[in-house]
């Protein structure tokens, strides 16, 4: 017979093993799967509301284990390595950011539109004039100090770029008064231009310059030195309040481009001075993760404002375009923003889709006249025939009615006096008469009452304590005088008289109490018609810019060699003002302009789609770290359970266990070195192929293109515009309001070429190849799982069950790496949007010198000479060898991250190993003996046990939490998910986003 340790060396297992806690054979459980991981069938809403519960959870569960750790740290030396994996699973925790980007002219509605979207008053907003003159971004204030609810951080542009601009203005002074004369002896307008530009723009900081000659007065030096401006310039400074009138009241002047008062500093505004404003409010739709950002319209002077806005542009989720209801047809700047640099840059940035840009119809309550707007749209004529009708014949009967009130209210008013007079005489009457009576009756003897004589006991309201119960001595009116007869008989009179005259102005009172109250029911029912009319209106002329905007969009997609989208472009028509109204205490006045309900104004169904954009995102993020909390919940519950030195597995096992997992990891580790390798191979030929080769292409037909442009459109300005241009480098607002921007029209010479291979490079084809990537880390990390489970059932029966344990921690590996991979492939994407922005500056360069050169000369013949300068310098350096140069700026740009992409995916894969070797080391150390000067002292033991019993608690509670579903409200309503087109929150998605039911239904 063979001796026990020979069959226990064949099959790697102790024969004096004892059944681990943990093996099947020992003892069993139900393991309850947590719910955030099987709601994936579920609708969209209810998987958010579930996973971030759940990450809630495990946010708590996290700061509990944080505090125990510590704690017993000192005891248990390993708390620190735990304490760690926290610590980076805290750091690969993502936030939701989604930036929406509100862009359109000045004017437009996009500050009011913002504030309705946040439901309060925060940022400045004009009726008359443009008001948001720098970028403003709004998000989530996390600050719940009292005093700190809503703050503002300013950030000042920096003193030389100001300093550099007074100076210029004074330069330019002083050059147009010493060379009134261009070509031909003409006044050069431009340059008055130039400097009334300037001084549009600092009169804000300055009331007292008004006008080019007020400079005359002070000095640049005077104007730098002012203390606000000096306290501006290069600084950031912070307002803080605890409640939203005293904050927009607080950041009104770093913002708005109000008017000044001449001479009141008080009124100063110092929109000049500003970079950026950042705006933290605790606004719901914020909450989320979404922040709002105020673009101001284009062509700003600040270099530094234009830097900020076009860095927003440039990392923008999303872009709301904005136009007002009574141009969004034909606004011309709304069009370039759909149709020229804005489309351009869209498109190339990969946001000019129907997912991330959206178009708005502001101000759609500006509908002067419903009855011409009828007129002109037969379409509305059949099914507004009855409220049409209607409010005729209410408005006929309604002028009938005033007329007969106008009838009637001569002769009241009449009735009305004679009673006032008769009301005066008879009471001057019953005085005398109550006199006469007195005066007659002797002393003792009983009176008569004033009634007795008068016939009446009738009080006047202007003498109501008129005797009504005097009496006399019994005699008759023969002792009296004929006098005091006769005022007796004029007070019998009179009460007659008046008493007849009461109920005829009693009667006429009601009948045009009638009349009026007829009148205003009339005229309720004639406003509840013009309110169902203007309705009408106004929903017909946003459908007819819904279909103009979505043609727009579509005509724009198949220029890029685009289908037609499955989604249509999403168009909201709004009214910020009759949404507020129904906020307030207006809702009359809103419901008076067409407008019900709050729905009707269109800025619920804004806000949904808005906060729609964060669902998939939120829902990644959130489900990403419940993966990792449970994959450290599962190694620390592994570890805190290792408190003995029982027998387990032999030193020589553990070696035999610790080489075949080493060779697993190994055949693993070679396969994704090939994957990452074969990837970076494939994205460098695809931008190559796509990319590269056709630069020289684009680069021929630009120059040919830039030469039409130069010696054909730019000579067709006038002289002094030519040379104001030239002398700003490349960009000018002509006196005439006419945008100038050379330098954008060279750049999109050759960026219009390249549109189609970059949108199918970088937003089509890399998409798919992350997909593919993402699919085989799938593929690779369950083939590991299995091969090393399998591997396993050959070891020690504790080690199989221990690794089919962490069977899910394995798996959750492909998690990390895709995140991983995802952020590399944004990376790329990121890197594809400063390439193509490296194009403009490329132009600048090229002409900078000659911009210089055609912006100093003077004299007659200025212009020829200027244009000549043009041709010949577009003929050489500033024709193909600057788009040359433009494309190797691309190359360049790209390059430099292609070049790290391995050492990226590398550096991804690199984190992976290491978790996974630090999982399957404590896998074999919890199942082996450990050698006598390693096991764990009595003490340490004992630490361990109180550790242990310490966290199980933490360890039960986090289970029961995430296996219990949470409790969703009005789930009958939730049979169906919402449509991706049109995303509308139910009543469940007022729990998401703690929403207030009845501040927007």
């Not at 004369?181 to 900081?205: C, F, N, P, R, S």
């Not at 209106?537 to 499955?566: D, P, T």
């Not at 509670?957 to 169906?976: C, H, M, Q, R, V």
Request: overall charge negative; some cysteine.
């Amino acid at each position: 017979m063979d001796e026990p340790g020979a069959a226990q060396e064949a099959t790697n297992i102790p024969a004096n093993a004892n059944p681990s806690p943990t093996c099947p054979e020992a003892h069993t459980t139900n393991k309850i799967e947590p719910v955030w991981k099987l709601c994936d069938d579920r609708p969209r809403v209810k998987q958010v509301k579930i996973n971030e519960e759940a990450a809630e959870h495990s946010r708590k569960y996290f700061e509990n284990l944080e505090t125990l750790l510590k704690k017993h740290s000192s005891e248990v030396v390993s708390c620190k390595t735990r304490l760690k994996e926290i610590a980076a699973i805290h750091k690969r925790k993502k936030n939701c950011e989604v930036r929406i980007g509100f862009l359109g002219s000045t004017g437009t509605g996009k500050s009011s539109l913002i504030n309705a979207l946040l439901h309060m008053e925060v940022l400045p907003r004009n009726e008359e004039v443009a008001s948001t003159a720098v970028p403003v971004e709004v998000s989530y204030n996390i600050d719940n100090e009292p005093e700190h609810l809503f703050k503002a951080v300013i950030e000042g542009i920096s003193k030389e770029e100001f300093t550099k601009e007074v100076k210029n203005l004074f330069k330019n002074k002083e050059i147009y008064d010493k060379v009134p004369a261009g070509e031909d002896d003409e006044v050069d307008i431009e340059a008055y231009q130039q400097m009334l530009t300037t001084i549009e723009k600092i009169k804000w900081v300055y009331p007292y310059l008004q006008t080019v000659d007020d400079i005359d007065n002070t000095s640049a030096e005077v104007l730098l030195n002012e203390q606000h401006v000096q306290k501006m310039l290069d600084s950031k400074e912070e307002v803080q309040a605890s409640s939203e009138p005293s904050f927009a009241r607080g950041i009104k002047k770093y913002i708005e481009s109000s008017k000044p008062k001449q001479g009141d500093k008080a009124a100063i505004s110092l929109w000049p001075l500003v970079k950026v404003v950042r705006v933290y409010v605790k606004s719901d739709i914020l909450r989320c993760g979404i922040i709002l950002v105020d673009l101001p319209g284009s062509h700003d002077t600040s270099v530094a404002r234009v830097a900020v806005a076009d860095n927003y542009r440039k990392n923008l989720t999303a872009s709301v375009v904005c136009a007002p209801a009574v141009r969004a047809g034909s606004d011309r700047v709304a069009q370039e923003l759909l149709s020229s640099v804005e489309r351009r840059n869209m498109q190339l940035d990969g946001l000019y889709t129907s997912d991330s840009l959206f178009f708005v119809i502001t101000k759609i309550d500006d509908l002067m006249d419903y009855k011409a707007y009828i007129r002109d749209h037969e379409n509305l004529q059949d099914s507004n025939k009855n409220d049409m009708q209607r409010i005729r014949d209410k408005t006929q009967s309604v002028s009938e009615l005033r007329w007969e009130v106008g009838k009637r209210e001569p002769k009241l008013r009449k009735n009305v006096e004679n009673l006032g007079k008769m009301n005066k005489a008879h009471e001057k009457l019953a005085t005398r008469v109550t006199k006469i009576l007195e005066d007659m009756a002797p002393a003792g003897h009983k009176r008569k009452r004033l009634d007795d004589v008068t016939g009446t006991a009738y009080i006047t309201t202007a003498s109501p304590n008129i005797c009504p119960y005097s009496y006399f001595a019994a005699s008759d009116e023969s002792d009296l005088k004929d006098t005091q007869k006769d005022q007796i008989q004029k007070l019998r009179a009179l009460t007659d008289k008046r008493s007849e005259l009461t109920p005829i102005v009693d009667k006429e009172v009601g009948d045009l109490y009638t009349l009026n109250q007829k009148i205003q029911y009339l005229q309720e029912e004639i406003q509840q018609a013009k309110s169902r009319v203007t309705k009408s209106c106004i929903q017909n002329r946003a459908q007819i810019h819904v279909e103009a905007a979505r043609n727009e969009y579509e005509i724009a997609r198949r220029m890029m060699g685009q289908q037609n989208s499955e989604k249509p472009l999403e168009v909201f028509s709004v009214s910020s003002a009759a949404f507020t109204r129904h906020c307030g205490e207006n809702a009359e006045e809103a419901i008076s302009k067409g407008f019900s309900t709050k729905a009707d104004t269109g800025i619920p169904a804004l806000r949904d789609a808005l906060i729609g954009m964060t669902w998939g995102i939120r829902q990644h993020n959130a489900r990403s770290f419940n993966e990792d909390v449970e994959s450290c919940h599962n190694r620390m519950k592994l570890w805190s359970a290792d408190t003995s030195s029982e027998y387990k597995m032999l030193e020589q096992e553990k070696v035999i266990v610790q080489d075949r997992m080493d060779a697993e990891i190994e055949k693993l580790e070679v396969v994704f070195s090939d994957l990452h390798t074969t990837t970076c191979e494939e994205i460098n030929q695809l931008i190559d192929n796509d990319i590269y080769e056709i630069l020289e292409e684009c680069a021929e037909y630009s120059a040919t293109e830039a030469m039409r442009k130069v010696t054909l459109d730019w000579c067709l300005v006038p002289w002094n515009t030519h040379k104001s241009i030239n002398r700003n480098m490349g960009e000018w607002i002509s006196s005439r309001r006419v945008c100038y921007d050379w330098n954008e029209d060279l750049a999109g010479l050759f960026l219009d070429p390249l549109i189609m291979s970059w949108t199918k490079t970088f937003h089509t084809k890399r998409p798919e190849l992350l997909k593919r990537y993402e699919t085989q880390v799938d593929e690779l990390i369950e083939a590991f799982t299995e091969s090393l489970l399998t591997s396993a059932r050959d070891l020690h029966p504790a080690i199989d069950e221990a690794l089919q344990s962490l069977r899910e921690n394995i798996l959750g590996l492909r998690t990390m790496l895709k995140d991983e991979a995802a952020a590399i492939f944004e990376g790329i994407n990121k890197a594809s949007k400063e390439a193509h922005r490296t194009v403009k500056p490329a132009v600048l360069a090229a002409w900078r010198d000659i911009y210089n050169q055609c912006g100093c000369e003077c004299g007659k013949g200025l212009f020829h000479r200027n244009k000549r300068a043009h041709r010949e310098h577009v003929k050489g350096d500033g024709g193909k060898a600057m788009y040359q140069s433009a494309g190797e700026e691309i190359r360049e740009t790209l390059e430099e991250l292609l070049e790290k992409l391995q050492e990226k995916f590398d550096s991804s894969y690199d984190v992976v190993d290491t978790q996974l070797r630090e999982d399957l080391v404590v896998v074999v150390e919890r199942h082996s003996i450990k050698p006598v000067q390693t096991t764990l002292s009595p003490d340490a033991s004992l630490a361990k046990k109180r550790l242990q019993q310490s966290l199980q608690p933490h360890f039960e509670e986090l289970e029961k939490a995430w296996g219990i579903e949470p409790e969703i409200e009005n789930t009958e309503n939730d049979a169906s998910e919402p449509k991706e087109t049109a995303p509308t929150l139910e009543v469940e998605d007022e729990d998401i986003f703690d929403f207030n039911e009845d501040d927007w239904l």
